[in-house]
């Protein structure tokens, strides 16, 4: 597998049929190599717009969903995408409410945000457990970039109840 930076070309017959086929070379990457790989994967939603037209992405219904039905599909995809352009962003801004300025970009509502993340955490946790793995590090990691941080006592608690 191709580890390196990539952009996923997402195109306008996949939105409108929800086809995930862009995303068929990492829904066969190993689980250790999505664990391990970063953040480096950018998706390119090609769909025509109106020059006029002032949404963005998230505000486009078709878009959202099939954001929404890659998340269900592929629901390590947070892990993989880029931090620092803003993808991991803009993909949590397609499952969750928020509001968006040009001065402050996207703000979550910070109960919502936390409820996904908590969600995220219990979720990858128990998935890259199932495959004697762990992605501690790098949801550490997507978490930071979205701006939450996480209390060294949530594994405990975690680890606690895994022992019962």
């Known amino acids: 597998m191709n580890l390196r930076p990539s952009t996923v070309v997402i195109p306008q017959q996949c939105i409108k049929e929800l086809s995930l086929t862009p995303l068929d070379s990492w829904a066969n990457t190993s689980v250790e190599d999505i664990i391990n790989t970063g953040s480096i994967v950018n998706l390119e939603f090609n769909k025509t717009r109106s020059e006029s037209d002032p949404r963005e992405l998230s505000e486009y219904p078709d878009i959202r969903l099939w954001s929404l039905h890659a998340d269900a599909a592929y629901p390590w995809l947070p892990l993989i995408l880029e931090h620092s352009t803003g993808q991991l962003v803009r993909h949590v801004a397609m499952l969750l409410p928020h509001q968006f300025s ?13 409820l996904w993340m908590t969600h995220r955490l219990l979720l990858l946790d128990r998935w890259s457990m ?16 979205l701006g939450y941080e996480i209390d060294s ?3 405990v608690r975690i680890d606690n109840q895994s022992k019962k």
């Open 102 to 114: 040009q001065q402050d970009g996207i703000r979550f509502g910070s109960e919502s945000l936390e």
């Open 153 to 155: 006592s949530f594994w």
């Open 130 to 145: 199932n495959y004697g793995l762990s992605a501690r590090s790098a949801m550490i990691k997507m978490a930071r970039a």
